[in-house]
């Protein structure tokens, strides 16, 4: 059984058929990329694999149990962790809190009293963000980072409930290229030793060839091709919809 299967997924907003039929699975440990043009219907997938909005049909399962129609906080519980296209983060908030907030969710203590909480998961946190490569800026507010230091720190955040799949919806987008590899390096390297099922959406060829191991297309809510970056270069269809001559 793969980890996450998605079967028959269909999303419509009014006459417009955002996902139509989408069908795949992931392995844990694999790292797929979803791609497409804009509106292609990526992140109205993202949007139902952890719970935002609701399916009109199709499934969702997460080893074997259902997700789709589920809350975010109850999909997040059962191992499903996300970063967004627009990084979410409490700006006021220091990076370290951020991601102890996190933690507190997931530890089911985040009804604690702030001035009390603030305290708990300090090294959790601080091991975090070490992972991700920041924390030397654990004290920082997060409103005053660079965008490619809040993509990472939103990384720490989506690993402090230890998912079994990680949903990254255009992690490398606003980064500079040299910062594009070490986030994807980092993702990589989580899902090979947590054995962390990953998805990303992403707009740079480079970094999806380089660091997928298998590809989803998709074009006008449409799955259109799936395979190895390798088959996903040879594909007729691929070529004319998407890559172009490139």
Known sequence: ?????????????????????VSFDLDAGERVAMIGPNGAGKTTCFNM???QIAPDAGSIALGGRPLAGLPPRKVWRLGVGRTFQITATFGSMTVRENVQLALLSHHGRLGSLWPLASDAHVEEA??????????????????????????RVELAIALANRPRLLLMDEPTAGMAPSERGDLMRLAAEL???????????????????EHADRVLVLDRGELI??????????????REGYLGDA
């Open 1 to 21: 059984m793969s980890l996450l299967e998605v079967r028959d997924l269909s999303k419509s907003y009014g006459g417009v058929q955002a996902v139509r039929g």
């Open 126 to 151: 601080e091991a975090l963000l070490e992972r991700a490569g920041v924390k030397e800026l654990a004290a920082r507010a997060c409103a005053v980072l660079a965008y490619g230091d809040l993509k």
């Open 49 to 51: 694999l952890n719970g």
């Open 191 to 209: 899902a090979r030793e947590a054995r962390t099922a990953v998805l990303f959406t992403e707009h740079d060829m480079d970094v999806v060839f």
């Open 225 to 238: 091709a799936r395979g190895s970056p390798g088959e996903l270069r040879a594909d007729p269809r691929v």
